[in-house]
């Protein structure tokens, strides 16, 4: 997934003719990778029209993995890493995906592809296109009450369904499985090392990432920060939050409307023990900046200030409502900590519009359809008014309350023990499980030479 040049040429070549001629064919397994068609890192660098900061934010986009969205990688990697271990059987286990919308997407293409009965759990007031999509890929689907805060409600269904046929039920956590840690630390943490470089050779930055920014729903994607650190030691990894639901920078509650983001607990899989600082952002900028890239008029709008056309049907393209709030995250963070043309700060664009146009036909129904001047208003509202209220750097302190706060979820509710949960402390705990990804991929190979089907 790192180095898809690698790929046996036939499978390679095959695999991209299938990624839009036929994108359920399991050979498309082959383009879960950040790399292009010519083994490129797209990438996109916000104009500083957009910003208003000296620093270059620069966005890491996965509208074009399959399913849409970089989540599938982690889907692909929890439920390979269990194949190659003989820890789930296509013949008879079945696989639950508790989800708030990309993974289990992610699950159900995964999943089905790879001959497994998948069912995904997903809050009922997620968009209605999340829901289509399961269902396109094969998989069953069971809404549960609630919107994207309500993850405790998809636990409690997990639970429920493996009570009732322990055997053959399989829950795949993403909150919890480390397959989704190993993903975006190596896959996801190398790729941006590389465009670090790239970068610098396009006179872009000085070769060093300053700053990783990301808002964080099962944590995964953040887990790059802790490859990036290792290469950057100075690199400031950022998580984000909604403002309606602040559970890690105030032990906060509430329900928000970021789809894929922050959900009144804090995930088994994160390594908060090397954060630099939290910020929050507000659920409705964010589906009001996603609003202003994607309309006719918001588009005409940041052509009538510079932007330059090709840019601005770019960023139409790449964003969903999360990858805005990553923006506004950015921006935040390159105020905060005064961060200058020298400085590159990289964020995620998790999926597209094509997962949200349901929640930008609500917007317009509650505030009218957008014209020039909605679209000023909303432009020096969202992407220039952007504040440094809301950061909360992480201080040695600050970084065991964060810790602590996994207890309530996993200790008391999953099952977890205090012990455990100790070890997650440890820098030591975080580079074993870095150092299961060798032997993945021995396994792997190991696996497919002794004639099982290909993973």
């Known amino acids: 997934m790192l180095h898809p040049e690698t790929i046996p040429e036939n499978f390679r070549k095959a695999a991209l003719q299938a990624k839009h001629r036929d994108p359920l064919d399991p050979i498309n397994f082959f383009n879960i990778t950040w790399k292009n068609e010519k083994n490129e890192i797209p990438y996109f660098v916000l104009p500083k029209q957009i910003t208003g900061v000296p620093c270059h934010i620069v966005i890491l986009y996965g509208k074009d993995f399959p399913t849409g969205s970089h989540k599938v990688g982690a889907t692909y990697s929890i439920l390979m890493e269990k194949v190659i271990r003989h820890e789930v059987d296509p013949f008879y286990h079945r696989l639950v995906w508790p989800s708030t919308g990309n993974y289990g997407i992610g699950g159900a293409w995964v999943g089905c592809r790879m001959g497994f009965d998948s069912l995904v759990i997903l809050p009922e007031l997620m968009s209605q296109e999340r829901f289509d999509i399961i269902h396109s890929y094969g998989a069953k689907v069971i809404a549960t009450a609630g919107c994207e805060s309500n993850v405790k409600e998809i636990y409690d269904k997990s639970k429920e369904l493996k009570c009732a046929d322990p055997e053959k039920v399989r829950v795949l956590n993403q909150f919890e499985e480390f397959g989704n840690y190993r993903f975006h630390y190596y896959v996801t943490g190398n790729t941006l090392i590389e465009l670090a470089e790239l970068l610098k050779k396009a006179g872009i930055g000085n070769g060093e990432i300053s700053s990783i920014v990301s808002s964080m729903g099962s944590s995964g994607t953040i887990a790059c920060g802790d490859r990036l650190k290792e290469v950057f030691p100075r690199c400031l990894v950022v998580g984000s939050e909604p403002i309606q639901c602040p559970t890690l920078m105030q032990n906060g509650y509430g329900g928000h409307d970021i789809q894929g983001i922050g959900d009144k607990h804090v995930t088994w899989i994160h390594n908060v023990m090397n954060m630099d600082a939290m910020v929050a952002v507000d659920d409705m900028e964010s589906k009001l900046g996603l609003q202003l890239l994607t309309d006719p008029a918001g588009k005409a709008y940041l052509q009538s200030i510079g932007v330059f056309s090709e840019e601005v049907e770019k ?93 309530y979820t996993w200790v008391e509710q999953q099952g977890k023990t205090v012990e455990e949960l100790n070890e997650t402390r440890k820098p030591s705990f975080w580079r074993k499980q870095q150092d299961i990804i060798e032997e993945t991929d021995r396994l792997m190979l190991e696996y497919r030479t002794r004639g099982g089907a290909p993973v």
């Open 315 to 407: 960023m139409a393209a790449i964003f969903g409502i999360s990858g805005v709030c990553n923006v506004l995250s950015a921006i935040k963070v390159a105020k905060y900590y005064d961060l200058t043309e020298e400085d590159t700060v990289v964020t995620i664009a998790t999926d597209g519009i094509d997962r949200y146009h349901t929640v930008m036909d609500a917007l317009n129904q509650q505030f009218g359809p957008m014209d020039r001047t909605r679209a000023a208003v909303l432009f020096e509202k969202t992407f220039m008014g952007v504040r440094t209220d809301w950061l909360q750097e992480g201080t040695y302190e600050v970084r065991k309350r964060w810790h602590n706060l996994k207890y």
